[in-house]
């Protein structure tokens, strides 16, 4: 068992490694009542082109295949996993991502039991031929859903203004074409290339002995060897936007947009972290709700509350977003790309870096207290080499030249544009 210590801000990680090459997290929360565990495989919608352990070949998949996975671990030959849960008085989910796909419970009590069934149901995938045609009606209503969804709709018009050939501009559930082309065999093949505990951790969360989590795992784990690293391919992108402008109508009060930049840094680990957190700053210091431009946008009633924004960095593609719903999104966009040519010409502003900075830490820290949000941010920054809690020492070394250099380099495309109109009447 080896342990990190961040003193900082006085948490601290059990680390324990499966022979099989998995990795176990223990991050203890003392006093607190909920414990919250998660299974994750570092596999998402982006894998759909791969070269498995021991192949030369290379495997094309279907798109929505990680996602259609996930939604098929919960069915086992004797019932329904979540029921399972339920019965043991746990809160069960799981979600798929581009790059990640994550199962997890949280529980006031019997945790064992329901640590237990987690680490057995995502190792057993019970998969037929009359099961898998069944689920692809069930996916194919929730793809539809999503289509006719204005805010899911925006951002992926936008991905696919934003990136030429990379597949995270595809639906992480796919098409209803694409995933009637799944079978039992290819999901057999991507289950057994990828949830090979060697490509998985298991983070663990709240008032729990490390060793007890330790010793389960151990029980638990099917014994594997680690079958040697998987080759996950990806189409060449090049540095420009595929286009500057998307549009679509669907039923909707308001139109609402989306504007982004793609990011070309293809950072790991602490230099991923340390980008972010920078490109997070300056989208606060530019358009954030204590900006001038905010509330000028707002006072003038040509955005609300729905008014967002993120930076997400991974190491095969990046971007930042930010949108909302507005009644004139040109004129938006407009107002948005001088103002960050405005800070181009003038530069960041100190003082409102440090305020700026000083306000994302304090989110931090606070976020701290949520068990749910410790595993939910520890899990993809580790996939990408870097551990959560590290954010601390970026908070306490970025300066204002780290966030002008990253600022000019990442902005130094034009965004692209995506809105959705309301029909006309």
């Known amino acids: 068992m080896k342990t990190l210590e961040f003193n900082r801000i006085q948490e601290k ?19 607190y009542n909920k414990i919250y565990s998660a299974f994750a495989t570092y596999y998402g919608s982006i894998n759909n082109t791969f070269i498995a352990p021991d192949e030369e070949e290379e495997t094309r998949v279907p798109d929505g295949i ?26 069960s989910n799981a979600y798929t991502s581009f790059t990640q796909t994550v199962y997890l419970f ?12 987690l680490i057995d149901f995502v190792q057993s995938p019970y998969l037929t031929d009359e099961n898998v ?35 995270v501009s595809i639906d992480i559930a796919g098409t ?60 060449e992108e090049p540095p420009h936007h595929n286009k500057k402008y ?13 504007m982004g930049i ?30 001038v431009l905010y509330n000028q946008l707002y006072n003038e009633g040509l955005i609300n509350q729905s008014f967002g924004m993120e930076a997400s960095l991974e190491e095969s593609f990046g971007y930042t977003v930010w949108g909302g719903q507005s009644k004139d999104p040109e004129r938006v966009s407009e107002r948005i790309i001088a103002a960050i040519s405005k800070a181009q010409k003038d530069g960041l502003d100190k003082k409102s870096f440090d305020r700026i900075k000083k306000a994302h830490e304090g989110r931090f820290i606070g976020s ?42 990442h902005f130094s495309i034009e965004p692209a544009l995506s809105i959705i109109w309301p029909m006309k009447t």
């Open 368 to 409: 701290l207290n949520s068990p749910e949000n410790i595993s939910h941010e520890f899990i993809p920054l580790y996939f990408k080499g870097a551990y959560f809690f590290e954010l601390t020492k970026v908070y306490e070394e970025l300066t204002i030249d780290d966030a002008e250099e990253i600022f000019r380099d």
């Open 133 to 167: 045609e069944k689920e692809k009606g069930i996916i194919s209503q929730e793809i539809k859903m999503y289509n006719d969804n204005a805010n899911w709709r925006v951002f992926f018009n936008l991905l696919n203004a934003i990136y030429v050939n990379h597949p």
């Open 66 to 91: 990680a996602h259609f996975l996930e939604h098929k671990l919960f069915e086992q030959k004797d019932g329904s996993v979540m029921d399972k849960f339920s019965r043991l008085g746990a809160d």
């Open 262 to 291: 793609k990011d070309n840094s293809y950072v790991s680990g602490y230099e991923l972290l340390k980008r972010k957190v920078a490109l997070e700053i300056v989208l606060s210091m530019l358009m954030g709700r204590s900006s």
């Open 13 to 31: 990680i059990f680390i324990h490694e499966h022979s099989s090459g998995l990795k176990v997290f223990v991050i203890p929360k003392k006093g």
């Open 106 to 117: 949280s529980c006031t009590d019997q945790f064992n039991e329901n640590f237990r069934l």
């Open 176 to 235: 209803v074409e694409s995933i009637s082309k799944i079978t039992k065999e290819t999901l057999y093949k991507c289950y057994n290339t990828f949830y090979h505990p060697s490509n998985m951790i298991i983070v663990t969360v709240g008032d729990i002995e490390p060793g007890s989590v330790f010793n389960m795992v151990e029980q638990g784990i099917k014994a594997k060897e680690n079958p040697g690293s998987i080759r996950k391919t990806f189409p």
């Open 246 to 258: 998307i549009e679509k109508t669907l039923a909707v009060a308001m139109p609402q947009f989306n």
